[in-house]
C-alpha cells in the first residue's frame, strides 16, 4: 500500500514510550504509530457502525428490555449479548 508522509507532536513522555514498544518489538516507531492509528481508526468505524445499526434497530421498535440487560450485567464475562426481545410496531 502506498504511504505519504504525515507529521504530528508528540508528548515527549508518549515518544518515550513509543519509541521503547518499538525496540522491544524490533520495529520502526513509525511502524508502531502507523498500527496504532490504524487500530484506532478501524475500532472507531466499527462503532460508528454498531451505532448506526442500533438506531436504525430502535427506530424500528426493536430493542433489548431492561431486565435482559440487568441479567447479562450481573452474569460471567463471557456470557454473550443478549438478543432484542422487545419489538415495537
Excluded at 9 to 25: C, S
Excluded at 51 to 77: C, M, R, T, Y
Amino acid at each position: 500500500m502506498p504511504t505519504i508522509p504525515f507529521t504530528t507532536r508528540l508528548d515527549t513522555e508518549l515518544k518515550a514510550r513509543l519509541e521503547e514498544i518499538a525496540q522491544y518489538e524490533d520495529r520502526s516507531t513509525s511502524y508502531v504509530a502507523n498500527r496504532a492509528i490504524q487500530n484506532f481508526v478501524e475500532e472507531r468505524e466499527a462503532t460508528r457502525e454498531l451505532i448506526k445499526v442500533g438506531l436504525n434497530l430502535a427506530e424500528k421498535g426493536v430493542s433489548i428490555s431492561e431486565s435482559a440487560i440487568d441479567s447479562w450485567l450481573n452474569s460471567p464475562e463471557d456470557t454473550p449479548f443478549p438478543k432484542p426481545d422487545t419489538f415495537e410496531q
